[in-house]
């Protein structure tokens, strides 16, 4: 009976803490500053949609660059570990010598990121997408100090878990053999015979087994990821890492497939590796023609690899980036014919053929969304109410907070929920503790352990939380 009238206690304890905790939290939704603390303070979880190289901060990649002495192209802000035969390239070294490497600095800063960016003189979508090959060559050969800065800065805000794209997996399997499929599979595509479709996928899946896509996957896995994480101590009591493998959507069909294959037998041979995305501009002439030619090459590798997580950027479009036609399938395609896990952005929701039952299906299987609200303003300029945040929160939709790109977009986790709190006055304390504990729920982390350790690490960091409010 006294063991039964101490949790009774705690209980009401836990509760009162909770509802000041919400109550001091009403109290300063409108003063940014305040907002911006308590978030600081607040345990948030994962970060579910995280692209490694875009998240790492410009400051440290110049740094690198500088140090191993690269070739700068002068014009475009591009660095190169060796000198191009093309272009007006000069060392680092040099720059130091004639003084004029400062000038450089800041220039190089506002082609990385999206520092001093005035919203007038460049398109936003294409210096983003732009900056990732401009500063590539100093993120390899460079992980080990990446993967170290993120967990360094998730620890400093209270971030539990983070679930990264990585890199794209080394092969060397020629597929010249193989380009008469490409046109096939787009000519199936064009009048959407996916049987005939899925055939063809069969042979070149049997083909890419032949010629060591399996090996290609266990070396990744083997020899570069998990001693990378192993080394590095990535995961301890505080944080734990995770990792996606992605594919291009520019590339020929034959040679996406390819690196798809190899990506499923990735994520499904090794423990750290979380599952599968697709990335690129989703508004990339090729990603709109081969569209649902890639949602149907996933459906394919599920049907091989069944246990294999994925999530896909789906409706990172809006209105005047593409024909308006374009905008009522992609997401849909994504979670009817791919079989899509979570899906990523989702900003063309509202414009969905049959949006309602979409979200009623999303809510219905458990289908989370992984919200941008930075990445998607500064990208697509969408925003307040014209993002559709809150239709899926009406229909039940399971949402996760992330940050997408927080180094090129130079923003944390810390300001996506600020921002959240700031312009969806509907949306309560429960609500963010609840996305907070979404980001663990949904995450593809496989082992059931992990999961649940990290959810009572949760319950853990809130409960010292919320303890200091009443105290207010």
């Not at 990821?225 to 192993?230: G, I, N, S, T, Y």
């Not at 149907?296 to 479009?317: I, W």
């Not at 999303?362 to 990445?375: D, G």
Request: aromatic share 12%.
């Amino acid at each position: 009976m006294k063991s039964l009238y101490t949790l009774l206690f705690i209980l009401i304890i836990n509760t009162i803490c909770a509802q000041a905790t919400s109550d001091y939290f009403e109290k300063i939704r409108d003063n940014e500053a305040a907002l911006t603390a308590f978030f600081s303070q607040m345990p948030k979880g994962g970060d579910l949609h995280h692209h490694f190289s875009g998240s790492i901060y410009a400051e440290p990649l110049l740094e690198h660059a500088i140090q191993d002495d690269f070739y700068l192209n002068t014009e475009t802000m591009d660095v190169s570990k060796e000198k191009p035969a093309t272009g007006n390239w000069q060392q680092f070294s040099s720059l130091i010598k004639n003084g004029t490497i400062d000038s450089y600095k800041q220039k190089i800063m506002q082609k990385w990121s999206v520092k001093d960016y005035n919203f007038v003189d460049y398109p936003s979508d294409k210096l983003f997408f732009e900056s990732f090959m401009k500063f590539e060559p100093a993120i390899q050969g460079n992980f080990g100090q990446g993967l170290l800065e993120l967990k360094k800065r998730a620890l400093s805000e209270n971030i539990s878990y983070i679930e990264t794209q990585l890199s794209t997996i080394p092969t060397q399997i020629n597929t010249n053999d193989l380009t008469k499929f490409n046109l096939r599979l787009r000519k199936l595509a064009v009048v959407k015979d996916e049987n005939t479709i899925l055939k063809s996928l069969d042979s070149l899946y049997n083909s890419l087994l032949k010629k060591g896509a399996e090996a290609d996957a266990k070396n990744f896995n083997n020899n570069f990821v998990a001693p990378l994480h192993k080394d590095l101590k990535m995961d301890d009591s505080q944080f734990t890492m995770r990792y996606q493998n992605f594919v291009l959507r520019f590339m020929e069909p034959v040679d996406l497939f390819k690196n798809l294959v190899i990506a499923f037998i990735s994520a499904d041979t090794s423990p750290l590796m979380a599952g599968v995305n697709i990335v690129s501009p989703e508004d990339g002439e090729t990603s709109m023609k081969d569209y649902w030619l890639h949602m149907v090459m996933f459906k394919y590798c599920h049907s091989k690899y069944p246990n294999v997580k994925y999530t896909m950027h789906a409706g990172e479009l809006t209105l005047g980036l593409v024909q308006p036609e374009e905008l009522t399938w992609h997401i849909g395609a994504a979670v009817y014919t791919a079989g899509a896990n979570r899906i990523g952005h989702g900003v063309a929701m509202a414009y969905e053929k049959d949006s309602y039952n979409l979200l009623r299906y999303m809510a219905k299987k458990s289908i989370p969304i992984e919200i941008n609200l930075v990445s998607n303003e500064f990208i697509l300029k969408v925003k307040e109410s014209r993002h559709p945040f809150t239709l899926y929160k009406e229909f039940g939709v399971p949402i996760v907070i992330s940050t997408d790109d927080a180094g090129i977009l130079r923003t944390n986790m810390t300001e996506q929920y600020v921002l959240l709190a700031k312009r969806y006055k509907d949306v309560s304390y429960a609500d963010i503790k609840q996305f907070v504990y979404n980001s663990i729920t949904y995450s593809f982390i496989k082992e059931e352990k992990v999961k649940k350790e990290l959810k009572a690490d949760l319950d853990r960091r809130f409960k010292t939380f919320e303890a200091y409010f009443p105290l207010q």
